[in-house]
């Protein structure tokens, strides 16, 4: 079958989705959470569409799943005004509760949300067109994120349970809360990398504004009760609607002491720039990137190929850890694009549900259009799509474009393409590639792939002042969650790995006395009768 033919055929009838992935009945959800109560909206609604079309007698239609609620900016402040209440300036029962009991409210969390597994993964594949292996992924690294992350807590909680003596003064040193704090997570990436954020808020005691991220909505409805039976009323609220609406009220309040933000630096920076008191805003931001992957002339050229292929195209290439630009030596370019082609031919384009399907639908409306823009632009001022059938499109889904030669005044040579759009640059002298990062408005990751010791290690000096991570012989990537996830410039503020959040989302605070017997005897006390759950030497196994 030729590629067209494939294409042609890669929406179904209804009658062919298998009874098991098919979504059901649409879910008109109207109800949100505040304040532990799940409050039913009578307003407006936003329908949801999947990505996915189906096959019609008249042509493609899009399928339907739901509708969520279009809250206003009113509706969206009883939310802050419940988390700043359940707050009550540190004083609430969530901030002061000892650590061992928030742990047991997340642990019962997570027992609750293991339970909607199913239910969850349905939606991921439906609502962001992402495949089945990798939304059964998502789902299970998300529950392991909260096990690393109650485990982290105990360590650190360990560490500080003893007292420190120095120059003669007694104290103890633990983490605290900052406050109450807005949660934002991305599409692509909309239960794991949101709870990378709002599980480590919680967990230090923390109240927090939850809003689902733009596309991926529905698939949190089923932790909405899990959400309200597991913690006290007020600590996790859960909203919905358009931000310019909802979240541009919350900031301009100025309640809010930490944004979880996942998305463009645009957005953040236009957020940031709407609270009145802004030196009291922690903020914990992911953002754009533009990763490169630069190719050496000497170099294992099958793993370059393999790591490039995958590293620019998991999910459709809508990672901000995607390779996004390629740079390949002039004398091995010719062999990595021949390579590169024969490797892409291998992904198969369908359904989310399919077997060993790699290409699947975009779920940005206009998306399509955007990317076909940018491949129009490259080939108008030189370039090529050099694999057969680079940049077709079939309703929502655009099949991969491999851009060569990419030259600077090209639009794909700058901009994040955030889809199956692969642009490649010849160069000839290291100093090439050095400009492009130095010269770059982003720093999140590169890659480097060769063999020479020299040109590796010239080029990680050049980088490491530049981006958060350098990858050696592999793509650019987010894990292993131990290790930081962090960028520089345009990309990020703060650092996101499983340790890292934890201190991210709190502060240390120290109580400190002269060591003498008679403070030493009032501590004692203290401790010995619990009077306190700040001071104390309890240990959390």
Not at 413 to 428: A, D, K, L, N, T
Request: net charge neutral; aromatic share 8%.
């Amino acid at each position: 079958m030729t590629l067209n033919n494939r294409l042609e055929a890669l929406f179904p009838s209804a009658d062919e989705i298998p009874a098991v992935f098919r979504p059901g009945p649409a879910i008109e959800q109207r109800d949100y959470l505040v304040n532990g109560e799940l409050r039913l909206w009578d307003g407006p609604l936003a329908p949801v569409r999947s990505p996915v079309c189906l096959k019609k007698e008249s042509g493609y239609e899009s399928v339907i799943l739901g509708s969520t609620p279009l809250l206003d900016a009113q509706t969206a402040m009883t939310a802050l005004d419940a988390a700043v209440q359940a707050y009550d300036r540190g004083q609430g029962a969530w901030p002061t509760m000892r650590v061992v009991e928030r742990i047991r409210h997340v642990e019962a969390f997570l027992k609750r949300m293991r339970q909607q597994r199913e239910a969850v993964v349905k939606l991921l594949m439906w609502e962001i067109g992402k495949n089945l292996k990798d939304s059964e992924k998502e789902f299970d690294r998300t529950c392991d994120y909260i096990v690393d992350t109650i485990n982290a807590l105990k360590e650190l909680d360990r560490r500080s349970s003893r007292f420190e003596l120095e120059q003669d003064t007694l104290g103890q040193i633990r983490r605290v809360p900052l406050g109450v704090t807005l949660c934002m997570g991305p599409y692509n990436y909309p239960l794991n990398e949101t709870f990378t954020t709002l599980i480590p808020a919680l967990i230090m005691g923390n109240t927090v504004v939850f809003k689902p991220a733009k596309f991926g909505v529905l698939l949190i409805r089923p932790l909405l009760e899990a959400f309200r039976d597991s913690f006290p009323a007020g600590v996790i609220n859960i909203i919905y609607g358009s931000g310019r609406e909802t979240v541009s009220a919350l900031m301009a309040s100025g309640k809010i002491d930490v944004f979880a933000f996942i998305g463009t630096n645009k957005a953040a920076s236009d957020l940031k720039k709407l609270h009145p008191k802004p030196h009291r805003l922690r903020a914990a931001l992911g953002l754009d990137a533009k990763n490169p992957g630069i190719v050496l002339p000497d170099v294992d050229l099958d793993n370059a190929v393999s790591e490039a292929v995958t590293g620019s195209l998991s999910f459709n290439g809508q990672r901000c850890t995607a390779l996004k630009i390629l740079f390949v030596h002039e004398n091995v370019v010719d062999a990595f694009l021949d390579k590169f082609q024969s490797k892409l031919a291998q992904l198969k384009p369908g359904m989310p549900w399919e077997a060993g399907v790699a290409l699947t639908p975009l779920p940005e409306p206009g998306k399509t259009d955007f990317l076909t823009g940018l491949v129009a632009d490259a080939v108008s001022k030189g370039a090529k799509v050099v694999n057969a059938g680079g940049g077709q499109v079939c309703e929502t889904f655009f099949y991969p474009a491999l851009l060569y030669p990419v030259t600077s005044d090209m639009r794909v040579y700058h901009e994040e393409q955030f889809g199956p759009v692969v642009p490649v640059v010849v160069y000839r002298d290291l100093e090439t590639v050095i400009n492009y990062v130095l010269e770059s408005d982003f720093g999140q990751q590169l890659s480097i792939f060769g063999n020479n010791s020299a040109q590796v290690g010239r080029l990680v000096d050049a980088f490491a002042n530049q981006v958060g991570r350098i990858n050696i012989n592999a793509q650019c990537q987010r894990g292993p969650d131990s290790f930081p996830f962090n960028g520089r410039k345009n990309s990020a503020e703060g650092t996101l790995s499983v340790d890292d959040a934890l201190r991210v989302f709190s502060i240390r605070t120290l109580v400190a006395t002269k060591f003498q017997e008679s403070n030493k005897e009032l501590v004692s006390d203290i401790i010995r009768h619990r009077e306190s759950s700040f001071l104390t030497t309890d240990y959390i196994f």
